[in-house]
């Protein structure tokens, strides 16, 4: 035998992992699958799995049909794993909520004895909470159930034995940029993905959910401490269980996968098999009566043929008012939107951001490429202004500044249009780990430098001032060559008088919100010169604002300025910059940084300062110790 082979092999036997190729799966849709299947669950021709049909107070399972070892022999450890799978709730009539669904792991294929309605097909008013039962399932709860102790009638929990959650959290995920959870309605018929990972050296069981539109949260939604020595057996089955009761909703499964000591792999989000369409096939019975009614037949296809043009031109209807009539130039027709983005299609979607969603088109006629980003927007209030400053910022022309093209509206909907920056945004450089280069030095300076001046000439080269309000990693966004440049500005009124309650007066982003802004609740060009401080720390250390609770630094600012203190700056720098710069450039950068982030407004400079300190053309002046530098001291 080949010595590497059996080394190999000798390290397996070793270490316990046996090559077994059922520890790990990927199913795309569900052609050709290992799933045994009970009750009224059934595999549709496209490849979804429909776990319950219309019959009433039904269950339907799916397990893999090969049993998994989760459990080290030798010390009774359950090993880590890993699922993901995306699921979709068709509700029978909109807004009529079912029973929900559950991923289940449980030492047999049937669970015997188990009901449908609100017990999921998973227990029976006798078994449910008994020890014996060894399932662990995660619940997407649509009814509120009082027996159990429901939060309410939209959640995610993890169960063990019996449905009393051992904890369940209000059907949400984390966005990124906002650092907010955003509630979800899990039967809005719209597919979701979920990720259930478990780690045997933390014990913690964690639970992520997000639209299909967006990648894995960073944070998720559950994370519970569990041993699950005690619940796992030495073989265990996975799958899903749902069920039906008075209300017949239709559960759908897309795709799955798992994998034992890993992460499950990805799974491929446009090759999944589609839902069928929400309208179709529900009232089969009434379209009977009309048939034989003929001249009805009649009737209706005028009457349809009416409202396909009524729709037609529903569909491209806008709002326009008098007022804006003097704006003229920088509107474009919804219409022409919506070809420049394939209808908004999926595809084209750039991102999701705390205030809507981002596509990206290229205008029909001159072929200019944009990005649209859609903001729904409950209220007239403040649109006249909104559209107004819109309107204005458009003639800005900075090439630090993401040129703003204009705008559109439809009912409840503002649309802004944007040149198109084809590498996006500088905080996906900067922590998504899945880009395999990192800003090399030059870049980073080259970018901060680019922002810097795009301020200036917002804070001072205009006839009126302009304040950003807004600076931070994800709104710079950069072009081909890696250039930065400050985008999504001239909102900030609407977000002002936006319906979202949780961002009220104080306009910006935790982490980069100046002190006094806090308490004035004024914006100035010196809390954009504070948050800009943030901003150049955080492209030198490559650190978020607002670090993980485990670090001792939260706040990025009092990290760098505690080494600062101590004589040590550089230690601050990026590590993966991995030391490929000139220190004086370095440290003179995260002193304006911290000059800017200074607590005091007096004490930091102005835009035009920043721009001759960068330049070298001034010298730095001493960074004031009072208000930060004493706290620190002492402690
Ligand atoms: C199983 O447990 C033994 C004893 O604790 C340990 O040495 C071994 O690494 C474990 N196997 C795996 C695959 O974790
Ligand atoms: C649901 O599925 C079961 C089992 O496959 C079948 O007997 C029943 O007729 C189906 N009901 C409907 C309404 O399709
Ligand atoms: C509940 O299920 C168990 C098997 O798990 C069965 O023995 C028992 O009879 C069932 N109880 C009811 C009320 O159906
Ligand atoms: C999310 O849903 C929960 C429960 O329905 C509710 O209490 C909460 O206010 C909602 N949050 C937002 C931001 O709408
Ligand atoms: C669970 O989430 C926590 C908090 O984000 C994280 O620290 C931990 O590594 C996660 N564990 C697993 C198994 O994903
Ligand atoms: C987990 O539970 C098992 C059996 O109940 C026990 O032997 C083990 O010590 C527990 N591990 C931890 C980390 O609590
Ligand atoms: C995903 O599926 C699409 C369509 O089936 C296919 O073209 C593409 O190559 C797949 N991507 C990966 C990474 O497998």
Redesign the pocket.
Known sequence: MDPKLSLLLVICMLTGITANKYDEFTYNGFKRSELYLD????ITPNGLLRL????RS?R?HAFHKVPLHLKNSSDGNVYSFSTCFVFAILPEYPDVAGDGLAFVLSPNMELPGALPKQFLGLFNSTNNGNSANHVLAIELDTILNIDFGDINNNHVGIDVNGLRSINAATASYFIENIGEFKNLSLISGEPMQVWVDYSNLEKKLNVTISPMSVPKPSHPLLSSFMNLSSVILDTMYIGFSASTGSSVPSNYVLGWSFKMNGQAGALNLSSLPSLPSKKHGRKLASLIIWLSLGVVVFITITAFSIAYIIRRKARYAEVLEEWELEHRTHRFSYKELFKATKGFREQNLLGVGGFGRVYKGELPTSKTEIAVKTISHGSKQGMREVVGEIASNSQLRHRNLVQLLGYSRRRGELLVVYEFMSNGSLDKFLYDTSKPTTLCWSQRQNIIRGVASGLLYLHEELEQIVVHRDIKASNVLLDGEMNGKLGDFGLSRLYDHGSDAQITHVVGTFGYIAPELTKTGRATTRTDVFAFGVFILEVVCGRRPIMQQESPDLHLVDGVWRSWRSGVILEVADARLEGDYNPKDVELILKIGLLCSHPAPAARPTMRQVMQLLDGDLSLPEIPKDGRGEELEES
């Open positions: 009750g009224i669950a059934e319950t049909n219309t019959t039904q339907g």
